[in-house]
């Protein structure tokens, strides 16, 4: 069933090295996280730059040949990635690089990168036989599931804190999803949702535990590479939350280097918000991470224990990256310049990765040659609760000429 590209399957903490079939969520020897090996002389042997030049396919299936499944589903015109890369010379010029990108992934299907890694979890789901997935979800990767999962005819279970943002909630439930809204925070639903999975044996798409779905992100990476001509860029700034989203990116830079199809690695920054930094907490600590009491209005970031921690601590340091603790009210602040200078609305968690591009801006941390992106994850209009507490409370206007004079005069943009 597994591609033959694939080598197998790698802890990311101890030496076990396994088959990717059966397949295994976990390390069997230390319960850690796993990363696929692939078989980089095989993969240049079937495809390369020229080749992929010469494919029309827009959506991340263009990359089939680094991914872990044996084929792309039949109908793929949904269109997961192939999101745009756009340049913002203004911006550039005021925080004195020479280029700056945004990525911008609230252009999914369902409006958040998440699509990634579900569109590739359905995919590998089936391949296994597998009937139902279910998912523990702050609630991007719920509503991405329930969203992927009506278009590809698969059942789908997703347990949220009963406290995620409202969109979020409905995103799921209009797609015909099972909302389990549970009254507990995340790292409940997560433990909720594994049991069940191994109960039930259905598929588990709960982040970190599962190395498809870093596998599904990494795609984001490709995608910036080959946009920009197989060079990468200096620095990428990353929201993280359990740091599967970081720990994509990384493996994605990681096989393009190994493929020679670039020749240099990102910096790749990790931005958390301060009430929930458990990874940029335990850099240049050794051992295991140590969970924090997370509280953060980034409801997509706000995590107690990060469960792909190890992956993201290691794609921060190999990449000579650093990590960034920004307070909600930046987040904000940085929300809203994001929509006024940008055009793009994204949400609390994303706009988290562009408060820290401007934090590491005013450190000094470029040098004016630099080539910057900011990852932005998820889409504004999953909850406008976060950016209306910045924008003022609008009045009622008579619908008269008169009134709509004299209140522009008043409210002078
Ligand atoms: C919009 C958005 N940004 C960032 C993240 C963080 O990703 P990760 O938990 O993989 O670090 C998430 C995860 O839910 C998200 O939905
Ligand atoms: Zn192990």
Redesign the pocket.
Known sequence: MIPEAILGLRCCQCDWEGPAEPFSYICPTCGKNLDFIYDYDRIAASCGPLSLNQDNDASMWRYLPLLPVKAAPENKSLRVGGTPLVDFPHLAKKTRITRLQIKD??RNPSG???DRASELAIQHARELGKKTIIAA?????GSSLAALSAYHGMNSIILAPATAPIAKLTQILQHGAQLVPVDANYDAAFDLAFEWAQKHESYCRN??VNPI??EG?KTVALEIAEQNDWKAPDHIF???????????VYKGFFDLLSLKWIDSMPAIH?VQAEGSAA?VDSLGQEGDIQPVSANTL????S?DL???GDK?RRAIIKSGGRGFKVKDADILKAQKRLSETTGIF??P??A??YAGFLQASEAGVFKPEDHVVVL????GL?DTASAQKLLKPVEEVNATLVDVETYLDKHQG
């Open positions: 992934d609230t958040s990168l998440k979800s702050t609630g991007n990767a982040t970190g779905l870093a992100k990353v929201p993280v939350g359990d740091g599967c989203i970081i720990s994509g990790a990874i980034a409801d997509s970031i995590v990060p469960r792909d993201a994204a949400e968690a994303a988290a990765a932005l994850t998820g889409s999953k």
